[in-house]
């Protein structure tokens, strides 16, 4: 398993595979997210991709078939009153195609996200876990990371 930056010819296989995220969200947030479809379009993955501030990573095996990604966003916190200046790596989303899972993919792109966060200079990397996913809770927890802040909602 190689772990790479995406490249647009692997804009196809990642929407799959966020097809694949979506599909987990919308089973436990129906009125959220919609079946079957994309946070991103095949257009707006091409600007992500362009664009050193949101880097894409994909771990891609022999025959180089995108098995899974990582999409980041690097966010600055720079000129707070009440922080000191930092920056923090934010994983937008990670997927595994389900086919793959069990394999150790998912770890494998997680600790290239974060060799990559060091490497660039940042403080900490923080992402956000949907309440009732469980396996993605555990997921990350097995990797170190804890609880920042918690969201909370109320439907109205």
Known sequence: MKIRRAIETDIP???ELLVQVNNVHQVRRPDLFLADKTKYNAEQLREILKSDETPVFVAADDAGIVQGYGFCVFQPHIGNNNQPDHVTLYI?????????????????????IAGFARESGCYNITLNVWEGNDAARAFYESLGMGVQKTGMEMIL
């Open 13 to 15: 296989r990642i929407l």
């Open 92 to 112: 937008d989303d990670i997927c595994v195609d389900q086919a793959a899972r069990g394999q150790h993919i998912g770890r494998a792109i997680y600790e290239y």
